[in-house]
């Protein structure tokens, strides 16, 4: 027998569970049209297009928890003593219990250990090119580290092997990333567990896009975009073999295609074919259709008929 609290908390793990199961499924199966897509978008738009389908049945879940499942769940249910609670709805309540721990998990280990990286690295505060930056010495290279008030690293020998005009459209690059908060988003996308291989493939898409952006960002000219293509060379020899923590966005990642990066910087940027804008109108159509459920009184009482089948 199960007191009303636990069942209602039994009940909203178990929907978060399976309404992101089902959702999860849904966008991994669209992924690769999705990604296809994105690649005839500008990097930035196809950055937060892929960004929100990969976020998408996380956020969702937990808005149709919060806005359905729960309103309606204590407005019909009547408050008795215990209720026994059927075995499916107590095994996906498990399953989504252990999905929410594992997503604190991820998230609170790659705060820890980027946050480890940032303190044995150490350095002295300085301005260059109008940036405030950090000199260290144990690293390699230079990166992008924090969530709130992220710290711009660059190592002595990165500092020795580019020329000024490398580092000034190096450190544009980064400015890029701290601009549009990729740390955060990596963060989000870590609290956010990939239940399915093909959202993994949408992370991945969205970090080349990323990177993308941050070039076009911080290389307008011809002059520029080879200044940073000789830039990208000289920081991976740099940090060959060198793996950053999930929260520390290098000018180099060790698993990119360097080669594809560098040959785009080297040719003329293509017009882009497409946008996002079906995207954002479906989801901001979704999101208006939940509302209106969310206050309908009919609505919520099928949402509750329906959880009272879950819970048998």
Request: charged share 20%; glycine share 4%; hydrophobic share 55%.
């Amino acid at each position: 027998m199960t007191s009303f609290l636990g069942r209602l908390l039994l009940l909203a793990s178990a929907s978060f569970f399976l309404v992101q199961i089902f959702v999860g499924a849904l966008i991994a199966f669209l992924a690769p049209a999705a990604i296809r897509r994105a690649e005839r978008m500008r990097p930035q738009r196809a950055a937060g297009f892929l960004l929100t389908l990969r976020l998408f049945p996380a956020a969702f879940s937990v808005i149709v928890v919060a806005l359905l499942c729960v309103p309606s769940y204590l407005r019909f249910e009547p408050r008795v003593a215990a209720e026994d609670v059927g075995f499916p709805c107590t095994a996906a309540a498990i399953l989504g219990s252990m999905l929410c721990a594992v997503a604190i998990y991820r998230a609170t280990s790659a705060l820890l250990r980027s946050s480890n990286y940032v303190r044995e690295c150490g350095g002295r505060p300085t301005c260059v090119e109008g940036e405030a930056v950090w000199i260290v010495q144990r690293k390699a290279g230079l990166a992008l580290a924090g969530i709130l008030r992220p710290r711009l690293l660059i190592s002595e020998s990165a500092m020795r092997q580019l020329s000024p005009a490398q580092l000034a459209v190096a450190l544009r690059h980064e400015h890029a990333h701290r601009a549009s908060q990729d740390n955060l988003k990596r963060l989000l996308m870590l609290l956010a567990p990939p239940l399915f291989p093909n959202l993994r493939l949408l992370e991945q898409a969205w970090n080349k896009c990323a990177e993308w952006a941050a070039d076009d960002h911080a290389a307008a000219g011809d002059e520029d975009r080879s200044a940073l293509a000789d830039a990208l060379v000289r920081v991976a020899r740099l940090q060959a073999g060198i793996c950053m923590p999930p929260l520390v966005t290098s000018l180099v990642e060790a698993d990119e295609d360097l080669s594809l990066r560098v040959d785009r910087l080297l040719q003329a940027p293509r017009v882009s074919q497409s946008n996002s804008s079906l995207g954002a109108a479906a989801l901001s159509a979704i999101a208006l259709l939940i509302g209106c459920i969310a206050i309908n009184p009919a609505a919520q009482r099928v949402v509750h008929q329906l959880l009272e089948r879950l819970l048998d």
